[in-house]
Structures are given as structure tokens and as C-alpha cells.
């Protein structure tokens, strides 16, 4: 029997993967079953079986892909001297990771139909952390190493004089995150929204000045 390459291996398993974050996407985690993601991917059990275990397994190989996608977009801001403002920034990793949900393939390799796609699945990827301890955990470490990233990048504004530097780098950083998540929870109950709405919105906010 001529042995299979790897190169079939991981085409395989990234079919399995695309295909699962679609029925995801689509129809949350809880509605969707191992039958559906069969008849998504059309392969048989024992070909998807041979890869993922079962549906919790589908979704920590997603939602760790996911998390690695953004930990990298992060790092290669943080490697510009000085990094870019932080409208600038929040509109370019914004770009990124909804590039994930589209039908331009993301870097992290996902794909799926529509670009709310990425933006319903971490939202139920969220919700699924207050019951499955194990993705807790995951999510847990992704969000540690997402924001070392960002501190990073803050620190680099406070380095360069952009930014005061007697607000802890950890604390703004945190801001940062929350903003990028509110935004892609908007985009998920409300439908798409343009990116540069955070950024007009981000510029503006670092405009304020206290009155004198």
C-alpha cells in the first residue's frame, strides 16, 4: 500500500477544520453534531475520527488556531519601531483576524462562508468557557500570551513618547484588548461593520483634552 505524505495529512486535516468552523459558525457549537461536520467535510467517521477524537477536540484545535493567528498579528506589531498609533494598530489586526471569517483565507489557515463567521464563533467560544474547563484553560493561556503582545506594543509607545508612561503598560494594554473584543462582539450581534468605525472612533477618543 503507497504510503500517504504528509502533505495529503495536513491538507486532510485542515479540510476537517475549515469544515467544522463552518458548521460552527453557522450554527453554534451545541446545535452542531459530529454528523453535520461529516456531512460538511463528505468524509466518512473514520477519516475525520483518525484526526479529532470528537467535537470538544474540533474546537480546541480551532479556537488554539485562532488564538495563535492573533498572538502573531500582535508580535509583528510589537516589532516596529516605533509601532504603529493605536487606531492604526486596532484597524490593521482588526483586518487580520476578520480576514479569518472570509472567504480570503486568514493566515491562521480558517476559512469559512461570510465574514460574520469569525466574529459569531468567539462569541460562542466565550460563552463555552463557562462550561468546558479545558478551553477555559486554553483561552486562559491565549489570552495571557495575546497580551504580553500587547504590553509589548504599549510599552514601545511609551518608549517612543507617544504615550504617558505613569499608566501601567498592563492596564492600557488590557483597554486595548477589550476594545478590539467589543468590536468584534458588535460585529457579531449586529451584523458587519467597517473597520475604520474603530478607527475614527479610537482617533478620536486620543484626541480629547482636559478643558484648562
Not at 19 to 34: E, I, L, Q
Not at 83 to 90: E, I, N, R, S, Y
Not at 120 to 136: G, K, Y
Not at 156 to 172: C, F, K, L, N, S
Request: hydrophobic share 45%.
Amino acid at each position: 500500500m503507497a504510503r500517504v505524505s504528509q502533505e495529503h495529512l495536513d491538507a486532510r486535516r485542515r479540510q476537517i477544520l475549515d469544515g467544522a468552523a463552518r458548521c460552527f459558525a453557522r450554527n453554534g457549537f451545541h446545535a452542531t453534531s459530529m454528523q453535520d461536520v461529516l456531512k460538511e467535510v463528505d468524509l466518512s467517521a473514520g477519516a475525520v475520527y483518525r484526526y479529532f477524537a470528537g467535537k470538544d477536540e474540533l474546537i480546541a484545535a480551532i479556537v488554539t488556531e485562532v488564538l495563535q493567528t492573533l498572538r502573531n498579528a500582535f508580535e509583528e506589531a510589537a516589532r516596529q519601531t516605533p509601532p504603529p498609533p493605536p487606531d492604526v494598530l486596532v484597524g490593521w489586526v482588526m483586518e487580520e483576524v476578520l480576514g479569518m471569517g472570509s472567504d480570503r483565507r486568514g493566515k491562521g489557515g480558517l476559512t469559512w462562508e461570510g465574514e460574520g463567521g469569525f466574529p459569531r464563533l468567539m462569541v460562542q467560544v466565550w460563552t463555552e468557557t463557562t462550561r468546558n474547563e479545558e478551553l477555559s484553560a486554553l483561552m486562559n493561556d491565549g489570552f495571557v500570551k495575546v497580551r504580553a503582545a500587547w504590553t509589548k506594543i504599549v510599552e514601545g509607545y511609551q518608549e517612543a513618547g507617544m504615550m504617558r508612561a505613569d499608566i501601567p503598560a498592563d492596564h492600557v494594554a488590557r483597554t486595548m484588548i477589550a476594545t478590539a473584543q467589543g468590536f468584534a462582539a458588535q460585529q457579531a450581534l449586529f451584523g458587519p461593520i467597517p473597520v475604520q468605525v474603530i478607527q475614527d472612533g479610537l482617533r478620536a477618543l486620543m484626541s480629547v483634552e482636559m478643558p484648562r
